[in-house]
């Protein structure tokens, strides 16, 4: 691609070896031709393609927010004879693309690059592919191109420590809730078969139509349950989606705490995305593992236009499957917040968490526990307060 230089060569050239040839001056031509072949030379120089093989690894791939993170290329030449000296940037789709230390290859050779990526801000980033420029030593021209392929940083939210969250049921002596006015084991889900499992739980007539061996999955239901609710829409969000940065960092607060208490944990975002506890997860892991699914959503939440609260608390409302239910939200109208109090009767504990200024008659709804705070540390700070759920 000509560069603006480039494009004032040529121009100048073309202008000049037609002054040239019109008024009949053979040194106009003979400058003009010049700069037209300068210009024809750099292009041949800059459209010379680089022989590249290019491989990508990022560690860690999940991260939260302000970590470091590293990301690995190995690239090699697969130039027959041409030594080649180039520079690189890798494409980042959360904001500037970051350099690559400078590639200088003999032919056949190969090298290995490492550099920071950026990760002050939460969200899904992808990474690659890699944009390799070549330029012109006179810079008329300019030629990019991608090399290997793009992988996925999830840049999950920061987490600050809380002590403990809400069960909403009394602990019995073996440290489990019972919660058996909901019942004790239930229905949960189809899945495919695998040995070991018992045949009692064979559903025949499903495994008949679809071909193939499917069993009943139960849960127990007298197992602690936390349901958080995530505000993510556009108006609660506030400017630049400041808010919402603040209630996924809470967000992430509380799962961390309620998994550590070995409760099963939904997550919902208002605009309807979700992830519940599947069988199995047994709360999080020395190294957070049992957290992944949940902050990956968060990672992924971004300001939606969607009005109002209320159907998603209909919905939450419907299931009626947990003993705690928190709402995290940057909402400072106390109208908006109204549909809250519909889920008090579903869910023994309702806890309003607020990233922002307390809407004025909000804290007097009874039975709803109100934490407003203006950031997530602070809300961590706030949640451990709370004496009485």
């Known amino acids: 691609m000509p560069t603006r230089r480039g494009v004032i060569v040529l121009g100048a050239g073309l202008l000049l070896t037609g002054l040239g040839f019109g008024f009949g001056y053979a040194e106009l031509v003979v400058l003009g031709l010049a700069a037209v072949a300068g210009f024809v030379g750099a292009l041949g120089f800059a459209g010379w393609r680089p022989r590249l093989a290019v491989q990508r690894t990022i560690s860690p791939e999940r991260v939260e927010r302000g970590q470091p993170c590293l990301a690995y290329l190995d690239v090699r030449s697969t130039a027959r004879w041409r030594s080649q000296s180039l520079v690189g940037v890798d494409m980042v789709s959360n904001g500037q693309p970051v350099p690559v230390p400078p590639i200088r290859l003999r032919a056949g050779a190969a090298t290995h690059l490492e550099y920071p990526l950026p990760t002050a801000r939460r969200g899904v980033v992808e990474v690659g ?20 392929t793009s992988m996925r940083l999830w840049v999950h939210p920061r987490s600050y420590p809380i002590r403990s969250v809400p069960v909403g049921a009394s602990r019995s002596l073996d440290g489990a809730v019972d919660a058996v006015q909901y019942g004790s084991i239930t229905f949960h889900a189809l899945r495919e078969y695998v040995p070991g499992d018992d045949l009692r739980h064979v559903h025949w007539r499903t495994s008949a139509h679809v071909g193939q061996l499917m069993v009943r999955e139960h849960v127990d239901t007298s197992l602690p349950r936390l349901v958080l609710l995530v505000d993510d829409r556009a108006n609660a969000a506030g400017p630049d989606g400041a808010r919402l940065e603040e209630v996924a960092d809470a967000a992430a607060s509380v799962i961390h705490a309620a998994l550590r208490a070995e409760l099963h944990v939904e ?8 992830v519940v506890a599947r069988p199995g997860w047994s709360g999080i892991g020395p190294d957070g593992a ?46 908006d917040l109204e549909p809250v109090g519909l889920l008090r009767d579903a869910y023994p504990t309702v806890v309003v968490g607020i990233l922002g200024e307390l809407p004025q008659g909000l804290a007097g709804l009874p039975g709803v526990i109100t934490i407003s ?17």
């Open 290 to 335: 049992g957290a992944t699914p949940y902050l990956d959503l968060l990672a992924e939440a971004q300001p939606m236009a969607q009005e109002s609260l209320r159907p998603a608390v209909r919905i939450l409302r419907g299931r009626h499957r947990g003993d705690t239910l928190v709402l995290l939200t940057g909402s400072t109208d106390a109208t």
């Open 373 to 389: 705070a203006p950031t997530a540390a602070e809300f961590a700070l706030r949640w451990d307060g709370v004496t009485h759920w």
């Open 129 to 148: 592919p890699l944009l390799v420029a070549r330029q012109d030593p006179f810079g008329l021209v300019r030629a990019s191109r991608r090399y290997g």
């Open 267 to 274: 997550l919902h975002l208002v605009s309807g995305r979700s």
